[in-house]
């Protein structure tokens, strides 16, 4: 019966739904048997259409048959299930394109389900029983199916490798522990595993933080992005709001300058049309005189022309033609020239405020702020060329290397006359532009004003000097010590003397902060502000015999 048995195709008995040994088994019309439980859900997902099928030949049934069960096929079933016929395995019980198929397996091979070390050799579930039944095969090392199980072999001495040589960082036998790693440090492979196992979860747990980390600036970003989103939509409605108010404004303008020039107008043409009916009445006046005169002059009796020129009345007086003053045809072009003054100022006020908003625009700070810098390496790292612009040295101040360094002079330097020089302060500014994150150096002797500035500022008066307007930041340097000025607004300022000050910005921030620099860097003052245009570094020259120069760090 076992050989029959063993002779038996499994998969005349198996059910082709399940892939399994047939259980409770029931048969279609058409021959074919199946689980009454697979073949049951098969038929529910047929229930909307109303037809039936056999999953393996498609035959159709209306309506959905009764199944009933296969008496001898579920007899069958049993008896063999007794002598351990097992189903077919399923296609996916296969060994496939890279995967560890059983050594044992004769034919087309089972996926291997563990590897033995010690037989080097891997097993599917059938032939690793053997490993789980017999004590000495208990003893063998199972690992995860392996197709490199070889390279736990030593080459050396055909060994499984179980030690681990920290001197040489290599995987050893325990030959090879006695033999070319004598005196090494050496541990099992299993203390090393524990070991390195150990750095890698704490390796991972780091990760883990960092990806924690990550995580939470992914979400302050996607805020960053939905704020940025917002406020740039706002903003486009509120200029689009207050363009509409403007555009309205200038209409209502247009329209009361056209209601005013027309009501003038009606007036004037009014007053015109009035003195021409005047002027209209008098000419028919005066032909009616002129054609009297003419009859009295064709009278040929003196006498009755004597008569006839007696009874004449008098002339009224009437003005002169020349008392009508012509004047030139330029009645309402004054309004027109009006208008046109009034047009190119505002297109100078548009053209400058759109300047101002391009760059306000350009400016906007839609990434977050970096931390500011610790020590002087860091400051550093932001520090890049700055020289001074001869077009806006006073000239009484010399620029020397490579218009970096001022000095105070007695006698007029030769520069040319332009519209940026300062006039009546001994200062300059820089020809770069500074915005985002800058830092730079000033090494200074005598009185020194170290400042930064927009460029906009006035270039003569009292309110042009550094610090004595809101569009300047100056540090006062000398050898008593430091003064900031702001607005003309004057703070003391306390902090070790130092030849060399250190000027750090970031723009986008509004920070400014000046330090005094020598072996250490200590601050002296910070100002937290928000800047509107860009800056420029600014240096002014007290005393005669003093100078200042913008160090290349």
């Known amino acids: 019966m076992s050989q029959s048995a063993a002779q038996l195709d499994p998969k005349i008995i198996s059910c082709c739904l399940c892939m399994d040994l047939l259980k409770d088994p029931v048969a279609t019309s058409c021959g074919h048997n199946y689980c009454r439980k697979c073949l049951q859900q098969h038929w529910d997902t047929e229930e909307e259409r109303g037809v039936y099928s056999c999953p393996q030949c498609s035959k159709t049934f209306t309506p959905r048959p009764v199944l009933e069960k296969n008496t001898m096929l579920a007899a069958l079933v049993k008896t063999l299930e007794k002598i351990g016929l097992q189903a077919a395995p399923a296609d996916h019980c296969y060994a496939g394109a890279g995967d560890v198929a059983c050594d044992v397996c004769t034919g087309r091979k089972l996926k291997a389900l563990k590897s033995c070390l010690v037989c080097r050799a891997s097993y599917c579930d059938s ?19 392996s197709q490199q199980l070889q390279e736990n072999i030593c080459p050396h001495h055909d060994e499984v490798m179980k030690m681990f040589c920290r001197t040489d960082q290599k995987i050893i036998c325990y030959l090879c522990s006695v033999d070319d790693h004598k005196g090494h440090h050496t541990v099992s492979a299993a203390a090393e595993r524990t070991e390195r196992q150990r750095e890698l979860e704490e390796t991972r747990q780091k990760i883990q933080q960092k990806i924690q980390h990550r995580e939470e600036d992914l979400k302050v970003l996607q805020k960053e992005v939905e704020s940025i989103n917002g406020s740039a939509d706002k903003a486009i409605k509120d200029s689009k709001d207050i363009f509409t ?93 009006a208008v046109t003054k009034l047009s190119n100022k505002i297109k100078q006020v548009l053209m400058e405020t759109q300047t101002n908003i391009s760059w306000t625009v350009s400016n906007v700070d839609v990434l977050l702020n970096e931390p500011e810098p610790r020590s002087r390496k860091d400051f550093l790292r932001y520090s890049s060329p700055i020289t001074l612009d001869p077009n806006t040295v006073n000239k009484y101040l010399l620029l020397s290397e490579e218009n970096r360094k001022v ?40 009185r020194v004003n170290v400042a930064v500035a927009y460029r906009n500022i006035s270039r003569a008066g009292e309110e042009s000097g550094f610090g004595l307007n809101d569009k300047s930041w100056c540090l006062f340097c000398s050898s008593g010590g430091y003064v900031f000025y702001h607005n003309n607004i004057k703070t003391d300022v306390s902090g070790p003397l130092s030849s060399r000050v250190g000027v750090y910005l970031d723009h986008r921030a509004g920070l400014l902060s000046f330090y005094s620099v020598s072996g250490t860097m200590k601050l002296l003052h910070r100002v937290q502000t928000a800047f509107t245009q860009p800056l420029h570094v600014g240096l002014r020259i007290v005393y005669s015999d003093s100078s200042a120069e913008l160090i290349k760090v």
């Open 245 to 337: 108010k403007m555009i309205h404004l200038l209409k209502k303008i247009r329209s009361e300058v056209q209601q005013q020039v027309r009501s003038m107008q009606d007036g004037a043409v009014s007053e015109v049309k009035e003195l021409q009916k005047k002027l209209q009445q008098e000419i028919t006046e005066l032909n009616r005189r002129d054609v009297e005169l003419e009859k009295v002059l064709h009278t040929l009796d003196h006498c009755q022309f004597l008569l006839n020129f007696s009874s004449l009345p008098a002339l009224s007086p009437t003005p002169d033609s020349s008392s009508l003053q012509i004047r030139p045809l330029r009645y309402f072009e004054d309004v027109a020239a």
């Open 407 to 446: 000095t105070l002079m007695m006698e007029v330097q030769s520069y040319c006359n332009h519209s940026d020089r300062f006039t009546d302060g001994q200062q300059v500014l820089s020809r770069e532009s500074l915005t985002g994150q800058c830092y730079w150096e000033v090494e200074r002797r005598g």
């Open 127 to 145: 032939h690793l029983q053997p490993h789980r039944d017999a004590a000495p095969l208990q003893r063998h090392k199972l690992v995860e199916p």
